[in-house]
Every structure is written in C-alpha cells, then in structure tokens.
C-alpha cells in the first residue's frame, strides 16, 4: 500500500482538515474457491485467480464483463479499472468526534433484576452503573439501549481541555450546553456538578436555563438562537435564566435547556481526565424515543472558541402491568388409539398443563404433559364400577 501527499511530508503526518490519499493494491492466492453447489466462484477464468490478478491498475477488468454468481457485475469500479486496486482518502478533521467533545448517558443497575425494578431505575439502589449505548444502522436507523419509564438517567457532558493548546497555555473558560424534550425531565434537586477524575466543583460553578430546545441536531454552534422545526430558517433569541430552575419550572415546560460555565487553570486544564457537567434527568411515562444533542464551547484567554457537538440516544419503554394465562386439556383414547368423548376402563387419559406470563423483561412460559391409564372404582351403595379422567398438575 503506498500513500501520496500534495505537501510531500510522510504518510503518517495530516494536517488539520488534510487528506492523505492511498493507492491500494490487493492480489489474492490462486487457489479453486467454489461455491456450495459446486459452481465455481471465478466463472470467467475457472482456475481460482482473479481477473485482475498480476495486472496494473489500468488493466480493464470490466471489459469481459464480470458477473457473479448472484448476478453482480464485479468488474472495475469508479478510481482504478482493474478491481484489484482502489483508492483510499483519509481525512483529518480539526476536532474529530469524541476527542474533545462527548456526552455519555447512565442508568443503575442491578444483578438479577429487570429495567422495571428500582435497581435500574433509581440511583443508590442498584450494585453498579450501565453506560447506554447507541449505534447508527445501516438505513440511517439509530438503535438505542431500553430504559424503563421513571428512570434516573445521568448526564454526564464531557469536554477533553487538554487537547486545546490555548487551555494549556493559558487557562479557559469551559461551557456545557444540553438540550431535551418532553421525553426526559431535568431533576434540579441533583443539581449540576463540575467534575474532573475524582474531584468535584461546585464553587464558582454558573447555571442557567430556558424554556426552548437551545442546542438543535449535530450541526447548531449557536446556543443563544433556536428555531421551531416546521421553520428552520426563522431564528430567536433565546432567553436564558440564570440559577437552577424550580421542580414548577420543569413540571410547566415541555421543552428545556441547561448549561453550565467553569474557568480552569493552564494546570487543571493538563489534566489527562476529561472535565464533565454532570446532572439528572427522569424517562417519563410512555414509550419514547429520545436523541439529545451537547454542545461544548471552550473559550481561551486569546479570544478564540473551539465548539463541538456530541449526541446520546436512549429507548424508552413502557411499564405495563403483568399480564397471566393459563390453561388445561384432558384427552381419552382406547387401546387402539382412538379418541373418546368419555373414559372406560382400561382407556388412557392425556392431560396437559400451560401458562404465559408476559410483559415482563424476560417472557415465561411453562407446561407439563402427561398420560396415565384410566381408574375405576365402587360407586357407593350401587356396586357397579365407575370411571373418571385424572388431572395432572
């Protein structure tokens, strides 16, 4: 693999916002790949090599027109014409997602319990600490980790001062924006925290709140505007309120915005530990999907700000009352195997016993089935034998 640059400095070095552009070349070992029904996997040479294998890249592979098995065209595609070369480009951003900039959310967590017990839910009633995880699919899906409704979920908002150069000479001012519908509700009875490795701030620490969602998808870097959604392109001001807001405060409002302000010195701003505002918020009831954007500005003493975005998703999930069922069957059958609607002697009796147990974390079914021969015995005071099935339990 051989790398090129424009500005001839050596293949591991990128600037910020450069791209390195590689030449890849891959031959693969001649051998006899075939596919399960025999048909071989190079119909066109029919001797295990590729088509391009010990060609340059300008060697045309395209121009036999290789189909696969399953009816891809394989050829040559868009960079080199023979497929067994391409062309990689690796870009470097100035601040690449996660460097600087993260959001992590947390819930409780407990040995043998269900996210609908207290020892997920609550923090202090569990023995440890989930971090909830999402990941983007494929079709522009995102799938997030499930939360019960009434959760406690910690918001821990992170910025990385050391990898600023101007923090490290200087000191900076950090600020930590996030932003939350009506799917989360902030808890100002936990406050906001300053927190670097196992340290704690809460002295000069400056909060601030609003009503409207202040940091809108990935892409905002300006806090101090918003829009609603149906109108992008209309932007307001937003009003931020300084202190914490009340439990009324929250209960009235559908959408909300915190941030946090701290000053750091050159010597706190070395430290290897990211430096976080940390606070709480609750799942509320229903089934709700949420996706929540942080937006991280750090301000140094020269006047320039580096802002970054970092986003956290969670999967809400209804509680909903257990639900219970359970039934029974009983089935008589002669010695030849035919059914009957009622026993007799010597006649076999088949029972079966089921139950479901749902909406619960973990669905539970059970059954049992049996067979025993029919009984008989004295009916008193005739003297004339009886029959009756028997039930298993």
């Given at each position: 693999?051989?790398?090129?640059?424009?500005?001839?400095?050596?293949?591991?070095?990128?600037?910020?916002?450069?791209?390195?552009?590689?030449?890849?070349?891959?031959?693969?070992?001649?051998?006899?790949?075939?596919?399960?029904?025999?048909?071989?996997?190079?119909?066109?040479?029919?001797?295990?090599?590729?088509?391009?294998?010990?060609?340059?890249?300008?060697?045309?592979?395209?121009?036999?027109?290789?189909?696969?098995?399953?009816g891809d065209d394989l050829s040559g595609r868009a960079g080199?014409?023979?497929?067994?070369?391409?062309?990689?480009?690796?870009?470097?951003?100035?601040?690449?997602?996660?460097?600087?900039?993260?959001?992590?959310?947390?819930?409780?967590?407990?040995?043998?319990?269900?996210?609908?017990?207290?020892?997920?839910?609550?923090?202090?009633?569990?023995?440890?600490?989930?971090?909830?995880?999402?990941?983007?699919?494929?079709?522009?899906?995102?799938?997030?980790?499930?939360?019960?409704?009434?959760?406690?979920?910690?918001?821990?908002?992170?910025?990385?001062?050391?990898?600023?150069?101007?923090?490290?000479?200087?000191?900076?001012?950090?600020?930590?924006?996030?932003?939350?519908?009506?799917?989360?509700?902030?808890?100002?009875?936990?406050?906001?925290?300053?927190?670097?490795?196992?340290?704690?701030?809460?002295?000069?620490?400056?909060?601030?709140?609003?009503?409207?969602?202040?940091?809108?998808?990935?892409?905002?870097?300006?806090?101090?505007?918003?829009?609603?959604?149906?109108?992008?392109?209309?932007e307001m001001p937003v009003d931020w309120s300084d202190g914490m807001p009340t439990e009324a405060d929250v209960e009235e409002a559908d959408d909300m915005s915190v941030k946090a302000s701290y000053e750091i010195t050159p010597e706190q701003a070395a430290s290897d530990d990211p430096w976080e505002a940390v606070f709480y918020v609750r799942m509320q009831e229903g089934t709700n999907y949420s996706q929540d954007h942080m937006l991280g500005v750090v301000e140094t003493k020269d006047g320039n700000a580096v802002r970054g975005n970092y986003s956290g998703a969670v999967d809400g999930v209804s509680v909903l009352p257990m639900y219970a069922t359970a039934s029974e069957s009983v089935s008589v059958t002669d010695a030849q195997g035919g059914y009957r609607s009622a026993a007799r002697p010597g006649d076999t009796l088949e029972y079966g016993l089921s139950s479901n147990v749902t909406r619960t974390s973990r669905s539970t079914k059970a059954s049992r089935r049996g067979s025993r021969p029919a009984r008989t015995r004295g009916s008193p005071g005739s003297g004339c034998p009886s029959t009756r099935p028997t039930s298993g339990t």
């Open positions: 693999m051989t790398g090129s640059t424009p500005n001839g400095r050596p293949d591991s070095c990128i600037e910020g916002n450069g791209r390195l552009s590689y030449t890849l070349h891959m031959d693969f070992d001649k051998g006899s790949p075939a596919y399960p029904d025999g048909t071989p996997a190079t119909p066109v040479t029919n001797d295990g090599s590729e088509l391009g294998t010990g060609k340059g890249e300008d060697y045309d592979t395209g121009s036999v027109g290789f189909i696969g098995y399953y080199c014409s023979n497929n067994n070369w391409g062309i990689v480009h690796v870009t470097r951003r100035d601040i690449p997602d996660g460097k600087i900039f993260r959001k992590l959310l947390q819930t409780s967590k407990a040995e043998g319990q269900t996210i609908f017990e207290d020892g997920y839910t609550t923090f202090g009633k569990g023995d440890g600490e989930r971090t909830l995880n999402y990941k983007y699919t494929g079709k522009g899906y995102i799938l997030a980790e499930k939360v019960a409704a009434g959760t406690e979920i910690r918001v821990r908002l992170q910025i990385n001062a050391k990898e600023v150069a101007g923090c490290r000479e200087s000191g900076c001012k950090l600020t930590f924006y996030d932003s939350f519908d009506y799917t989360n509700k902030f808890l100002p009875s936990k406050g906001v925290v300053i927190r670097n490795g196992d340290r704690t701030y809460t002295d000069g620490v400056k909060v601030a709140w609003t009503e409207v969602p202040a940091v809108q998808g990935d892409d905002d870097k300006e806090p101090d505007t918003w829009h609603f959604n149906s109108t992008p392109e209309d």
